[in-house]
């Protein structure tokens, strides 16, 4: 029987497993929104929702509680300063997951895990300049 057996252990041991999930939270916080495999995004979404939670509590302990588990100092502070009071009058449902697709390599469904009320701004392209065609004699 497989009781209380959810969440998924994504293949890895447990310190590596949450090392992953913890770059991945870092990084969901830091830029929004990230893309990832399915499996990946749906393990790493209750725990950025958690860490959200304690953001809004902004308390010593849940700064600690936040900073002992975020990569960089720098996450920290933007969560207690900027994601969180977004979020001040929600009561859950932080991030979303869309589904993007099979990756080409090895065909692993992909998903985008983003903060809610995330605006995506696409990166204006440079124009790259046309190669010349060579001029051939005619003869």
Do not use: C
């Not at 991945?24 to 958690?50: C, Q």
């Not at 001040?88 to 692993?108: C, E, K, L, P, Q």
């Not at 990166?123 to 005619?138: I, T």
């Amino acid at each position: 029987m497989r009781h209380l057996k959810s969440g998924s252990k994504l293949g890895k041991n447990p310190w590596h497993r949450r090392a992953v999930l913890r770059n991945l939270v870092t990084n969901l916080f830091e830029h929004g929104r990230i893309t990832t495999t399915l499996t990946r995004a749906k393990a790493a979404r209750p725990v950025a929702e958690k860490i959200i939670t304690w953001g809004k509590r902004d308390t010593l302990q849940s700064r600690r509680q936040a900073a002992s588990y975020l990569m960089t100092p720098q996450m920290t502070a933007k969560l207690f300063s900027e994601i969180a009071p977004k979020y001040a009058d929600r009561a859950g449902g932080y991030t979303r997951i869309i589904h993007a697709g099979n990756r080409v390599g090895d065909n692993a469904k992909v998903a985008i895990l983003e903060l809610v009320g995330y605006e995506y701004k696409a990166k204006e392209k440079k124009e790259k300049p046309k190669k010349e065609e060579p001029v051939e004699a005619a003869s």
